[in-house]
């Protein structure tokens, strides 16, 4: 999915520490590294923010001092972008990662529909004419969702999820399970992990409103600190 130039049509929030708060979900890019890797905020002090270093199969990314990252953090307002760079590291057991606190952080998509983020276990379909099955369920992830939409992580497609492409998807929260419909709006290719994955941005169609909106009340309790 890459990101967005930000040069156009942003508006800035002018303190990161309303953004970047302990507990927070995001998505990160390392200098030299690809991403997006997930990650989450675990401590905030005076010009750091503490975050889990990002994993690849359960193995920490070697990030150094100096290299530049590039954060994504997905609100119900809308989406947040800022850069900043590592400035040190410490394991507590796990490994963490001190970004420096960005001196800007911008919001470049307003929502129509609040947007709440949200890492549930996905299993996932294509499907074809008539909502025939096209393969056995695979797995993936979730990143966030609105009442409109779903962002997902898709591990190992049948094959490039191109726009148009319906997909079913149940979601497995701590709620109970929801399954969905949606078609392909937009993908990019994750350039990290074993075997290809996409994050697919779903238009649900094949779902009632009543179970959408169950959906999203376990995303948004599981975006509660």
Known sequence: MGHPSFGKEVEPIPRHDEILQVNARLDVWVEGEGGPFPARVEEVERGKVWIAAPLVDGVPVLVK???RVRGRLSRPDGVYWFVTSVVARKSTPVTLLALAAPARV?????????RFPGR???SYRYLGPQGIPLHDWRTGETRDASEQALRVVLVRPLREPLPGQVVEVTIHTR????????WVIRASRL???VGPRYEVVLQMHEAPLEVRRKLLSAFAAASEP
Do not use: H, I, W
């Open 65 to 67: 001092e100096g290299q």
């Open 106 to 114: 911008e919001r470049t998509e307003r929502r129509k529909y609040p």
């Open 120 to 122: 549930f276990p996905v």
């Open 175 to 182: 709620s109970g399970a929801f399954t969905v419909a949606g």
């Open 191 to 193: 350039l990290y992990g």
